[in-house]
Structure formats: structure tokens, C-alpha cells
């Protein structure tokens, strides 16, 4: 492991393709200064667990269900992922609500992506609520994660049309696409130091600008 790199923990619930779209950017070269220091999902059954274990990713269960409260799950988090030297959480399909222990112990370093065009349709079924509501355009959000739901800054968001032939499943899969894509960007800017917050808005420094007297 390399102690210059950004060291990145992933949380899941299930099945990991947004990871995946990580691992496989690390390993292509595509973003260069960080690693993946472990993968923590909060179900024994998620895939994204084997495919942890596939790319040599340390690969943890942590059963929310043995704990009382939240608070206590996320301070056992916490401690994992500090153990683990942690500097950026990437939430890839958690399906939990994060505490203030949490939010509190990575300060502007949890980032989430969301199946929809943020501040609209935020919680659960994103892609349901925008196909239902009959929107032309939604898409996908990468934000910093705060204590609201689906509520922090936004770093990047990526637009999908909804077609007249979609279906609510190949709408979905779109969706899912372009998220692989936007969150391997997003983690890019951020380990490549490129992320720069002011109140709520986030700038991105343009690495390649020529600025002419
Ligand atoms: C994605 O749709 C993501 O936007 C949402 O959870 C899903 C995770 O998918 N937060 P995967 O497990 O990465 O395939």
C-alpha cells in the first residue's frame, strides 16, 4: 500500500457494480493516487462482498442487526474504518442512514451516489419516482453526504432522458451506466484534490486551464 494515495472504504448493501466501476478504474490506471483499503457491507449475502474478495480488497461484514441503535453501528463503523486509515467513504448502494457518529468522524469526506437528478426524488425508488412522475429528463447525482437524506452538496450529476419506448428496468439500467461513470469521475476529482467547498457549492479547479496575463 502506498502511503501517498487517498486511502478509499467502500459501503454496500447488495450487489456492488458501482464498485466494481471503482475497482476497475484503479486497476486500469484511469485514477491514479488512491486504493481501496476495504469494503464493508452491512449484509453477510451482498455479491459485492465476492467481488471484494476477487480484487484482493479487504472484505468486511458488519450486521447492523447486532446492534441496539445506530448510533452504536456507526461507531463500530467508524472504528473499522479508522482502523483501516480511511480518508474518503464511498457509499456504493448503502442502504442505511448514516448518524452524526459518522458524519461527524469524516467531515466532508463520505460521498454517495443517487439514482436521480438531486434535490428531486430524493429517499428510495428514485428511478420509480421519476418514471411515474413522467419526467423528460432525470439522471444521477454524486454528493457529499450530510445528515439529511440525499441532501449534501453536489459534486457532480450526469442527465438521462426518459424515452417513450423505456420501461421502468431499461430506464434503470441507463441510469445505472452513467452512475459507474460519474462516480469514477467524482472519486477522481476528489483524490486528485480537485473538490473545493463553499457552502453548499462545490467547485471543481480545472487542472489543464492556462490562465493568460
Ligand atoms: C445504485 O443505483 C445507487 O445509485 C444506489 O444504489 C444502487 C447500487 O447499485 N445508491 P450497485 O450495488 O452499485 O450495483
Do not use: W
Request: charged share 20%.
Amino acid at each position: 500500500m502506498d502511503d501517498k494515495k487517498i486511502k478509499i472504504g467502500v459501503l454496500v448493501s447488495g450487489n456492488g457494480s458501482n464498485f466494481q466501476a471503482i475497482v476497475d478504474a484503479l486497476e486500469s490506471g484511469y485514477i491514479k493516487n488512491a486504493d481501496i483499503v476495504c469494503l464493508v457491507s452491512n449484509k453477510a449475502e451482498a455479491f459485492a462482498l465476492e467481488r471484494a474478495k476477487k480484487h484482493n480488497v479487504a472484505a468486511i461484514v458488519l450486521d447492523h442487526k447486532s446492534y441496539p441503535d445506530r448510533k452504536l453501528y456507526d461507531a463500530a463503523l467508524v472504528e473499522i474504518l479508522k482502523n483501516q486509515g480511511v480518508q474518503l467513504v464511498v457509499l456504493a448502494g448503502f442502504m442505511r442512514l448514516l448518524s452524526p457518529v459518522m458524519i461527524d468522524a469524516f467531515p466532508n469526506s463520505i460521498i454517495n451516489i443517487h439514482p436521480a437528478l438531486l434535490p428531486a426524488f430524493p429517499g428510495l425508488d428514485a428511478q420509480k419516482q421519476a418514471f411515474e412522475y413522467g419526467v423528460r429528463y432525470t439522471g444521477c447525482t454524486v454528493h457529499f453526504v450530510d445528515s439529511g437524506t440525499d441532501t449534501g452538496p453536489i459534486i457532480l450529476q450526469t442527465v438521462v432522458p426518459l424515452l417513450g419506448t423505456d420501461t421502468l428496468e431499461t430506464l434503470t439500467d441507463r441510469i445505472h451506466g452513467e452512475e459507474h461513470r460519474t462516480y469514477v469521475e467524482a472519486i477522481r476529482l476528489f483524490c486528485e484534490g480537485r473538490l473545493h467547498l463553499e457552502g453548499r457549492r462545490v467547485f471543481i479547479n480545472e487542472q489543464n486551464t492556462t490562465i493568460y496575463a
